[in-house]
Every structure is written in C-alpha cells, then in structure tokens.
C-alpha cells in the first residue's frame, strides 16, 4: 500500500503471520517485528500490532510460574513427609517415657 500526503496508510490482511520490514529511502531494510493476525483481531495500527502479546509471548512464563508451583509443592511435601516421620518418632519416645 502507499501512504497518503500524510504517511498514513490502510490495508487489509489475511489471518497469518506478517515479517513487518521498513523500508526507508537512503537507508537500510530494518526488520521492525513480526505481527499476528486472527481472524478476530480487531483494527489497529501497525504499532498495535507489532506491540501485541502472542500466545507465544505468555506461554513460557505460564510455564515458568507452573513448575515453580510444581517444585513448591514437591518442597511442601517432603516437608511433610519428614515432619510426619519427626512425629512418629516422637510418640514412640513419649510412650516409651511414659511406659
């Protein structure tokens, strides 16, 4: 598409993934970013797009957070264990004492 007098500028897309390169006279290619497009992406700019968090952005923190839940409760378990076993071991003492 080309922009307007303005720079501004409209196109629609296609559900997929977008390599968003700037291309500017006297300069360069930069890549800017890679956008997302679901079918029930809503209008926005270009800087909506390319600022939008994918599932891919939130998936490893989600992941992240859900083993360190995992290792907490594997932690809180064995604490468990020990203090059921401290436990044992100390009513045996007491009805040994008391015996």
Known sequence: ENPDDAGRYSMDVEQGQY???LLVEGYPPSHAGVITVYDD???GTLNDFLGAMT????RPEA?????AM????????SEAS??????GQA???AQTSAG
């Open 41 to 43: 992406s809503k209008p």
């Open 19 to 21: 390599t968003v390169t």
């Open 63 to 67: 992941l992240r957070r859900f083993e």
């Open 91 to 93: 009513s045996e003492q």
């Open 70 to 77: 995992v290792e907490e409760v594997a932690r809180q378990a």
């Open 82 to 87: 020990r203090n059921a076993t401290a436990a």
């Open 55 to 58: 599932e891919d952005d939130v």
